[in-house]
Nanobody
Framework: VQLQASGGGLVQAGGSLRLSCTAS????????IGWFRQAPGKEREFVAAIRWTGDNTYYADSVKGRFAISRNSAKNTVYLQMNSLKYEDTAVYYCGIGNPILSATRDSEYYHWGQGTQVTVSS
């Protein structure tokens, strides 16, 4: 399975962006899509996750209430709607796919990754 992430860009603090992650095929054996981010000089950190089926989602505390993860199964695409963006949200955002439990926050539990998309929030 190949993942293609897109939608990043430059936005002012308080603004919004929507990221997309499209899989080349429906991942039959991998249940979970996650978004992670990596800021310069920092480790990659968990942002949000969703299952390919069902409505359950999970968020990092730092984005809860501001970000929303959703899915369009017909398009094999997962979205990350980011609202009320802050300077500290600036990072390269990656989507990954794997089979962890929804609340897993370690990137080692995801098997395949997209190429990353840059999000820059100006203060």
């Amino acid at each position: 399975v190949q993942l293609q992430a897109s939608g990043g860009g430059l936005v002012q603090a308080g603004g919004s962006l929507r990221l997309s992650c499209t899989a080349s095929a429906r991942p039959v054996s991998m249940r979970t899509i996650g978004w992670f981010r990596q800021a310069p000089g920092k480790e990659r950190e968990f942002v949000a996750a969703i299952r390919w089926t069902g409505d359950n989602t999970y968020y990092a505390d730092s984005v809860k209430g501001r970000f929303a993860i959703s899915r369009n199964s017909a398009k094999n695409t997962v979205y990350l709607q980011m609202n009320s963006l802050k300077y500290e949200d600036t990072a390269v955002y990656y989507c990954g796919i794997g089979n962890p439990i929804l609340s897993a926050t370690r990137d080692s539990e995801y098997y395949h990754w997209g190429q990353g998309t840059q999000v820059t929030v100006s203060s």
